[in-house]
């Protein structure tokens, strides 16, 4: 036991010593950050683009201006109340909102009337502008940039240009950049509402009659079928959703942990066979011991990093509780009992341990025959194919946690770990669970013996990844007698 | 009762695929005494000390250490130093020494205090704290000798300890391993250059292409090979035909005879015969009798070569 703690030991601070752990373990939520915000960070930053309208009347005109002020209100209504409109719910100041602006208010009027913060509207992204000429071509050297127009901004090129043609007929959007699609969309938008709006007039209905309809549709209310024993009502609540999101929090967290370390258990073991210093181990600790203190050691190093960005995302997440909603904390902890809950938290702190134990061992057997992490490479390759597998159920998962694929590939051990956590919430026959487990437990038993031989051969004899290939060399028929 | 040797190696033989790496080697090592394990490059000393230890398992035969097999107990009593040299190189001589210490049972403060008077006693003080990777090759190479030592072993077992040392070094290690058996220790360690095993063994084994081809003390190895003396004469004097009546056997190149000495003979009695004879002797030069020579004579021309191959290698990476 020393001495597995001692390899442990000093491989976990050999780890933790490296700037490139800590540049991992800061750099990594700050990039997860920047690859959440982009887009709305792309959205803000996106400069004001001026387009113009050319119609011989003012139709699509007016329907392109009700458009922009529909996705201006959206927004001024979302910044309401962000939560609820998460939640897919409508707050108080929401439904204020909503009454001031049936009756004729504009946006900024129906904010003020909901006591919703102030906020800067803009005119949006877009800002329509008088036409600097009237047709295309004579357009043209503006959307080029070639020519300015006049804005508050000062002269500016113009971004785009809507030309309906005189008899009504065809509507051309002119633009020199057409990767940017969102005033195409704004205007197919408007077209849309124009035709519907052509179409019940003439067959003597109002247009009102959709929105009236939309208005009128009734919910289709989730409702939970529960043993008549369950005092707890139908309804659907976060209790009963709080489990399948753990369980794919946990899935996820055990896929992370496994692909966030392999490096370091792959990089530690080829440092050790290139500095050849496993014969003085070797006669100093036993096989066994050393390889479990290295599988410890990285172990305390995904626990680290885990812990470090779990009281991070913690401490963001009672700040951000503070500024968002007071029921957050009741959330919160309706989350952590779910995932406390001994159906979930024991099956998969064992599919935890027996699964970083399968996929560790086979990282270290890898590693003990490589001498770089060149050669390292040409063997994970099948390995990281067989890691992204758990990684797309994880998708079904989120949609259906009873996906007939998942109850089938749960059976295959180096898949259980993942997969059996995300079924847990489904309440799977508990037969099926412990058979599952038992599975599990003799296939890592099996991988980490066979791991142990490798390790054996690499760190002893010197095989290495030519013998691996070798090996399965000699598995093709008719290859065997050929060498 | 007495305690049992420190290495007994009986039948060992190692298979690599098709090739024999050891085959059936038997040899004994006694409490207190430093053995030398000779042969060129290849002989099979790395694989025979590795199997001693229980690193590599014999396909055939068995090995023991303290009378039992090799187990992490008994080699607590053992301190290893490998052929192939390795250390961490991002930590530093005084943590490395630490760490192998602590493995090998020592307390984490026993263990530092031996760290630091161990790395004083070579020279290494003011190195402690450097990172291995910043170390000479040969600063390394002691911080790795200081590791096998610092448990304070019964039995240590070094394989080509003066390999990749420099003279001064080489001189400072052979020190060493007096100064280590001078404590109680006994000392296996292997070579190709058979002159440190001239100045410290007291038995040598030796080996050749996997097999053993001697195995006792100093004196038996140099009687094996049969003592010589040279003399010069002058005018053609025919010396084998003065010396042949008294059992002495010899052969002439280049007006120099070459005279056997038969056991229990030695160089005066031929220089008084030949006296007496009324040789004109020119020269008198006892031979010196080299381990290399005990080698070369035990072994056949391909071994021989092997030695001299490995030998030649030597010059070159010098």
């Known amino acids: 036991m020393l001495s597995t703690y001692l390899v442990a030991r000093r491989d976990y601070l050999g780890y933790v010593t490296a700037w490139g752990f800590w540049?991992?373990?800061?750099?990594t939520p700050v990039l997860l950050g920047i690859g959440i915000l982009a887009p709305s960070l792309a959205a803000s930053s996106q400069p004001t683009r001026y387009f113009t309208i050319i119609e011989t009347g003012d139709e699509f005109t007016?329907?392109?201006?009700?458009?922009?002020?529909?996705?201006?209100?959206?927004?001024?209504?979302?910044?309401?109340?962000?939560v609820a409109t998460l939640q897919g719910e409508e707050s108080e100041r929401q439904q204020l909102f909503d009454e001031a602006r049936q009756s004729g208010a504009t946006t900024q009027e129906a904010l003020d009337a909901a006591g919703g913060a102030p906020i800067?509207?803009?005119?949006g992204d877009f800002v329509e502008v008088p036409p600097p000429a009237r047709t295309a071509e004579a357009l043209k050297p503006y959307l080029l940039g070639q020519q300015l127009i006049d804005t508050p901004e000062g002269p500016k090129p113009l971004f785009a240009a809507l030309v309906v043609s005189e008899d009504g007929e065809t509507i051309e959007y002119w633009s020199e950049n057409l990767q940017s699609r969102a005033l195409m969309d704004i205007s197919r938008a408007a077209e849309r509402k124009i035709a519907e709006e052509r179409i019940f007039t003439a067959a003597g209905v109002s247009s009102r009659l959709l929105d009236d309809a939309r208005d009128a549709r009734r919910d289709v209310v989730a409702q939970r079928a529960r043993p008549t024993s369950d005092a707890a009502s139908s309804e659907v609540t976060l209790s009963d959703q709080a489990p399948f999101i753990v369980s794919i929090a946990m899935a996820f967290a055990l896929w992370f942990l496994i692909f966030s370390v392999i490096n370091y258990?792959?990089?530690?073991?080829?440092?050790?066979?290139?500095?050849?210093?496993?014969?003085?181990?070797?006669t100093s600790v036993s096989l066994p011991s050393l390889l479990a203190g290295k599988l410890l050691a990285v172990l305390a190093l995904a626990l680290t990093l885990m812990a470090f960005w779990g009281i991070g995302s913690a401490a963001i997440g009672m700040f951000a509780s503070q500024q968002l909603s007071p029921d957050f904390a009741n959330n919160a902890l309706t989350v952590l009992g779910a995932a406390l809950h001994p159906s979930l938290i024991v099956p998969a702190v064992i599919s935890f341990i027996l699964g970083y134990l399968m996929y560790g061992s086979l990282f270290l057997a890898l590693g003990s025959l490589c001498d770089t992490i060149q050669e390292a490479q040409t063997l994970m390759t099948p390995l990281i194919v067989l890691l992204m597998v758990p990684l797309f159920m994880l998708t079904f998962a989120i949609s259906d946690a009873q996906s007939p694929i998942i109850e089938a590939m749960v059976w295959i051990p180096v898949f259980t770990p993942f997969l059996l956590i995300l079924r847990m919430p489904t309440d799977p026959p508990m037969i099926e669970v412990f058979a599952q487990?038992?599975?599990?437990a003799v296939a890592a038993a099996l991988i980490l013996y066979l791991a142990t031989r490798v390790y054996r051969a690499g760190a002893v004899h010197g095989a290495g990844v030519a013998d691996v290939w070798a090996f399965f060399g000699k598995l093709i028929p008719g290859r065997k007698a050929e060498s | 009762m007495s305690e049992a040797r420190p290495l007994e190696m009986?039948?060992?033989?190692?298979?690599?695929?098709?090739?024999?790496?050891?085959?059936?080697?038997?040899?004994?090592?006694?409490?207190g005494s430093i053995v030398g394990f000779l042969g060129p490059n290849g002989a099979g000393k790395s694989t025979s000390l590795r199997m001693a230890l229980g690193v590599l398992s014999p396909d055939f035969g068995h090995s023991n250490l303290f009378g039992a097999p090799p187990s992490l107990t008994n080699l607590r009593r053992v301190g290893f130093l490998p052929e192939e040299r390795g250390l961490y190189k991002k930590m530093t001589p005084r943590q490395t020494i630490t760490y192998f210490a602590r493995l090998k049972g020592l307390s984490n403060r026993d263990a530092k205090a031996r760290a630091d008077e161990l790395l004083d006693m070579m020279g290494l003080g003011e190195f402690a704290k450097t990172r291995v990777s910043r170390l000479s090759k040969g600063m390394s190479q002691k911080v790795q000798i200081?590791?096998?030592l610092a448990h304070k072993p019964d039995f240590l077992i070094l394989d080509e300890p003066f390999s990749g040392l420099d003279p001064v070094n080489q001189q400072a290690l052979e020190a060493l391993i007096v100064e280590e058996h001078q404590r109680g220790a006994t000392i296996v360690f292997s070579t190709h250059v058979m002159e440190h095993a001239e100045r410290l063994c007291q038995k040598i084994v030796m080996m050749a292409r996997g097999r053993k081809v001697f195995d006792g003390t100093l004196d038996e190895a140099f009687t094996a090979l049969g003592r010589a003396v040279k003399v010069g004469v002058a005018n053609g004097f025919d010396l084998s035909q003065t010396l042949a009546p008294a059992g002495y056997s010899a052969e002439a190149e280049d007006g120099v005879w070459r005279v056997n000495l038969p056991q229990g003979r030695d160089a005066q009695d031929v220089l008084r015969l030949a006296i007496n004879a009324g040789a004109p002797i020119t020269s008198f030069v006892p031979e010196e009798a080299r381990l290399?020579?005990?080698?070369?004579?035990?072994?056949?021309d391909a071994e021989a070569q092997d030695l001299a191959d490995t030998l030649a290698s030597d010059k070159e990476a010098a």
């Open chain 1, 265 to 282: 258990l792959l990089m530690g073991t080829i440092e050790e066979r290139s500095n050849k210093i496993f014969d003085s181990l070797l």
């Open chain 2, 292 to 300: 290399r020579d005990v080698f070369v004579s035990l072994v056949s």
């Open chain 2, 146 to 148: 200081l590791c096998a």
């Open chain 2, 10 to 31: 009986i039948g060992a033989t190692k298979w690599f695929g098709n090739f024999r790496a050891v085959n059936a080697l038997d040899f004994s090592v006694e409490n």
């Open chain 1, 437 to 440: 487990l038992g599975l599990m």
């Open chain 1, 62 to 82: 007016k329907a392109i201006r009700s458009e922009l002020d529909s996705i201006a209100a959206e927004l001024a209504r979302t910044s309401l109340d962000p």
């Open chain 1, 23 to 27: 540049l991992g373990l800061l750099l």
């Open chain 1, 120 to 123: 800067e509207l803009t005119l």
